[in-house]
C-alpha cells in the first residue's frame, strides 16, 4: 500500500464524516428553548452551587479500584487459556499478582483505604 493510497483513505474516511455531520445538520429538525438548555440533573433543578469539591479519598479509592479491574482483564483470558499456555505462564501470573498486591499492601500502608 503506498502513501498515495493511504492520503487517499484518510481523504475519504474525513469526507465520509464530514458528509454524515452535514447531512444531519441538515436533515434533523431543530428548537432551542429555554427549558431545552438547562444542565440535565436526572430531571431535577439543581440547588446551590453545582461546582463541589469532592474529598481526595474518593479519587484514591477509584484509582485503586480501577487498578484492581484491570487486573482482571488480564486474568481473565489466562484462565481461558491456562491449560496450553503451561506452567511458565502461571509462574508468571503469580509474579503479577504478587506485583498487584505489594501496591495494595502500600496504599494500606500509606492510609489510601481509610475512609474519611
Known sequence: MGIGALVLLVICGVAFCGMG????KWL????YNAQKLEAYECGVPTEGKSWVQYNVGYYLFALIFLIFDVEIV???PWAVV?????????????IFIA???????????KGALKWQ
Open 21 to 24: 455531520i452535514l447531512v444531519s
Open 28 to 31: 434533523a429538525p431543530t428548537s
Open 74 to 76: 488480564f486474568l481473565f
Open 99 to 109: 506485583i498487584l498486591f505489594l501496591g495494595l499492601l502500600y496504599a494500606w500502608k
Open 82 to 94: 491456562l491449560r496450553e499456555v503451561g506452567l511458565v505462564a502461571f509462574v508468571e501470573i503469580l
